[in-house]
């Protein structure tokens, strides 16, 4: 891949298959969204739950104290254990919560995370996790450092590049690796570029021809799919 | 070979394998199809090693992408950790609980030193002295408390209006459990938070004790306490303690580094927080249903309340010898 680990919030994983899972960090903000989401939603039920139990007086007031105890500690934990390490809104945000082994969290990594959150609550509004999160390289907070879990984006599956329509554009001297990966990779994106841009982009290619003319991108997906192997 | 007979050849195979992804990562497909989808370990191995060539031979970003994300669901699906939620429990609270408070005997006596020491330091200060009583409430809130075991009440219990049991029992759980939760969660804090709330409480509870009894409401107070103190006091003295080894994790790591030591730390307190939360319910329990009956005779109280002091220290010294950890 073209993307080093150094520039991008990449945490890679090994698998006992011996293959590198890339894990990409959630950062500040999406946690925060998140977080304000969930928040905003068990705001919702309460608000539901005391329209409706303040109906059966006592009965309902000591239903409504249980419920609040559980969701106050426990909705985080019940999402991320049944709902593949997300709750509500952590999915609205695509992101999710998995150990650091990248597997998915489960009930004591989760209990840890969540109840250790009071602190990262401290002094107030996570204070004291955001200091934490900026401390390290994977943004967790002090839950997460002690639960062993990270948050991490959802992978999202991309789209089928489609740029097939192209002919092959014969090549007379040799690219490295990297730079036949850019060609495809540029192929590969050319649909969601202007056709401005991808003049642009091409034009920072024309010292390849040794010429003056500009290649176009005609050309340089005609070039990506030779080196698919689809000539 | 060129990356695009690569993906003609193994195209089938893919999509086959997505469509049982599908069907697995369903949470009711999970348990039943891992078992009888015998090929999937096979698969996913081959997967991977599709990735690793796609990898090696580097294929477009986007090929790379979508064997990626097809390792990544499996391997979610594959390690999923299986639990026998039944069978743990029972297995936990019939040895894996008491085990796990004396593997902390160390932990367990500090806090168990602070909290009830406290307690009965405050409790006979009072008693000596009425008045130290307003270094821990002020008028108003003593005066609520007073009236919240005057004798002669038909039922009595920390709230006064609150006449429905299953209100009181849900109150307790809320407050209750919430101060055992904090008082661990906030031993991350070097301890500190833990040796806090350990001392407030104890203060605090020293002090009403202490007054109630000296101005006189023994009828009403001792036998309303008898029946949950065993089980309330123990939790809170076990939340300390789990709070103290966290926060000592970090403190004295030993031979590890202070990041493994804390999350292994945090790992085996848990194992004390689960018992410990269902003391606070099933204190909870007693407080609001039997405690607070005020036509049992107080004898009856004080001897169940001797009982479950003697039966929770013997099941904390005796349960789960002969099982392995």
Same mark, same amino acid.
């Given at each position: 891949?073209?993307?080093?680990?150094?520039?991008?919030?990449?945490?890679?994983?090994?698998?006992?298959?011996?293959?590198?899972?890339?894990?990409?960090?959630?950062?500040?903000?999406?946690?925060?969204?998140?977080?304000?989401?969930?928040?905003?939603?068990?705001?919702?039920?309460?608000?539901?739950?005391?329209?409706?139990?303040?109906?059966?007086?006592?009965?309902?007031?000591?239903?409504?104290?249980?419920?609040?105890?559980?969701?106050?500690?426990?909705?985080?934990?019940?999402?991320?254990?049944?709902?593949?390490?997300?709750?509500?809104?952590?999915?609205? &945000?695509?992101? +999710?919560?998995?150990?650091?082994?990248?597997?998915?969290? $489960?009930? *004591?990594? /989760?209990?840890? #995370?969540?109840?250790?959150?009071?602190?990262?609550?401290?002094?107030?509004?996570?204070?004291?996790?955001?200091?934490?999160?900026?401390?390290?390289?994977?943004?967790?907070?002090?839950?997460?450092?002690?639960?062993?879990?990270?948050?991490?984006?959802?992978?999202?599956?991309?789209?089928?590049?489609?740029?097939?329509?192209?002919?092959?554009?014969?090549?007379?001297?040799?690219?490295? &690796?990297?730079? +036949?990966?850019?060609?495809?990779?540029?192929?590969?994106? $050319?649909? *969601?570029? /202007?056709?401005? #841009?991808?003049?642009?982009?091409?034009?920072?290619?024309?010292?390849?021809?040794?010429?003056?003319?500009?290649?176009?991108?005609?050309?340089?997906?005609?070039?990506?799919?030779?080196?698919?192997?689809?000539? | 070979?060129?990356?695009?007979?690569?993906?003609?050849?193994?195209?089938?195979?893919?999509?086959?394998?997505?469509?049982?992804?599908?069907?697995?990562?369903?949470?009711?497909?999970?348990?039943?199809?891992?078992?009888?989808?015998?090929?999937?370990?096979?698969?996913?191995?081959?997967?991977?090693?599709?990735?690793?060539?796609?990898?090696?031979?580097?294929?477009?970003?986007?090929?790379?992408?979508?064997?990626?994300?097809?390792?990544?669901?499996?391997?979610?699906?594959?390690?999923?950790?299986?639990?026998?939620?039944?069978?743990?429990?029972?297995?936990?609270?019939?040895?894996?609980?008491?085990?796990?408070?004396?593997?902390?005997?160390?932990?367990?006596?500090?806090?168990?030193?602070?909290?009830?020491?406290?307690?009965?330091?405050?409790?006979?200060?009072?008693?000596?002295?009425?008045?130290?009583?307003?270094?821990?409430?002020?008028?108003?809130?003593?005066?609520?408390?007073?009236?919240?075991?005057?004798?002669?009440?038909?039922?009595?219990?920390?709230?006064?209006?609150?006449?429905?049991?299953?209100?009181?029992?849900?109150?307790?759980?809320?407050?209750?459990?919430?101060?055992?939760?904090?008082?661990?969660?906030?031993?991350?804090?070097?301890?500190?938070?833990?040796?806090?709330?350990?001392?407030?409480?104890?203060?605090?509870?020293?002090?009403?004790?202490?007054?109630?009894?000296?101005?006189?409401?023994?009828?009403?107070?001792?036998?309303?306490?008898?029946?949950?103190?065993?089980?309330?006091?123990?939790?809170?003295?076990?939340?300390?303690?789990?709070?103290?080894?966290?926060?000592?994790?970090?403190?004295?790591?030993?031979?590890?580094?202070?990041?493994?030591?804390?999350?292994?730390?945090?790992?085996?307190?848990?194992?004390?927080?689960?018992?410990?939360?269902?003391?606070?319910?099933?204190?909870?329990?007693?407080?609001?249903?039997?405690?607070?009956?005020?036509?049992?005779?107080?004898?009856?109280?004080?001897?169940?309340?001797?009982?479950?002091?003697?039966?929770?220290?013997?099941?904390?010294?005796?349960?789960?010898?002969?099982?392995?950890?």
């Amino acid at each position: 891949m073209i993307t080093d680990g150094n520039l991008d919030t990449v945490f890679n994983v090994q698998t006992p298959e011996g293959i590198e899972l890339p894990l990409k960090i959630a950062g500040f903000w999406s946690r925060s969204l998140a977080w304000l989401l969930d928040f905003l939603i068990r705001a919702f039920i309460y608000f539901v739950l005391a329209m409706i139990l303040t109906q059966f007086e006592k009965l309902g007031m000591g239903l409504f104290l249980i419920l609040i105890f559980v969701l106050e500690w426990f909705y985080p934990v019940l999402f991320e254990v049944n709902n593949q390490g997300m709750t509500p809104g952590k999915s609205m &945000l695509g992101i +999710q919560v998995v150990n650091m082994d990248a597997t998915p969290v $489960s009930w *004591t990594p /989760s209990l840890i #995370r969540n109840i250790l959150r009071t602190v990262d609550f401290l002094p107030l509004l996570y204070g004291l996790g955001f200091l934490t999160m900026l401390l390290n390289q994977r943004f967790q907070r002090l839950g997460d450092l002690a639960a062993g879990t990270l948050v991490v984006y959802k992978p999202v599956k991309k789209k089928e590049a489609s740029f097939a329509s192209v002919s092959t554009t014969d090549l007379t001297f040799d690219l490295s &690796l990297k730079e +036949q990966q850019a060609i495809i990779s540029f192929a590969e994106r $050319s649909s *969601t570029l /202007s056709n401005e #841009r991808q003049y642009e982009l091409a034009e920072i290619l024309s010292p390849l021809k040794n010429t003056h003319v500009t290649m176009t991108p005609d050309e340089l997906m005609g070039l990506a799919n030779r080196f698919l192997g689809k000539s | 070979m060129k990356q695009y007979l690569f993906e003609r050849k193994n195209e089938v195979f893919w999509q086959e394998f997505e469509a049982s992804l599908q069907v697995l990562s369903q949470r009711r497909g999970h348990r039943a199809s891992l078992q009888s989808t015998e090929p999937f370990p096979n698969q996913y191995r081959q997967l991977c090693h599709h990735l690793s060539l796609a990898r090696a031979r580097h294929y477009s970003p986007a090929l790379v992408n979508r064997l990626e994300q097809m390792v990544n669901a499996a391997h979610q699906i594959y390690y999923r950790r299986k639990t026998h939620l039944l069978a743990s429990i029972l297995v936990y609270f019939t040895s894996g609980f008491p085990q796990a408070v004396r593997r902390e005997a160390k932990w367990v006596i500090v806090s168990s030193l602070l909290f009830f020491g406290s307690l009965l330091g405050m409790f006979v200060t009072v008693l000596v002295s009425p008045d130290m009583v307003y270094t821990m409430l002020d008028g108003q809130q003593l005066a609520g408390m007073e009236s919240m075991y005057q004798p002669g009440e038909n039922r009595i219990g920390r709230e006064r209006a609150a006449d429905s049991d299953f209100e009181m029992f849900g109150y307790y759980i809320f407050n209750n459990t919430s101060i055992g939760l904090r008082t661990f969660a906030s031993g991350l804090l070097f301890a500190v938070g833990t040796v806090v709330i350990l001392l407030f409480n104890g203060l605090y509870i020293g002090a009403i004790a202490g007054h109630l009894t000296y101005i006189g409401y023994t009828a009403t107070f001792w036998p309303f306490v008898a029946g949950h103190s065993s089980i309330e006091l123990m939790a809170i003295a076990l939340s300390g303690a789990a709070g103290f080894k966290l926060g000592f994790s970090i403190i004295s790591p030993g031979r590890k580094s202070r990041m493994r030591s804390l999350r292994d730390a945090a790992k085996q307190t848990m194992n004390l927080m689960y018992g410990v939360a269902s003391m606070f319910i099933l204190a909870a329990f007693i407080e609001a249903y039997w405690s607070s009956m005020s036509d049992v005779d107080p004898t009856v109280k004080y001897t169940v309340g001797i009982g479950l002091w003697v039966l929770l220290i013997a099941y904390f010294i005796f349960a789960g010898r002969h099982r392995e950890a």
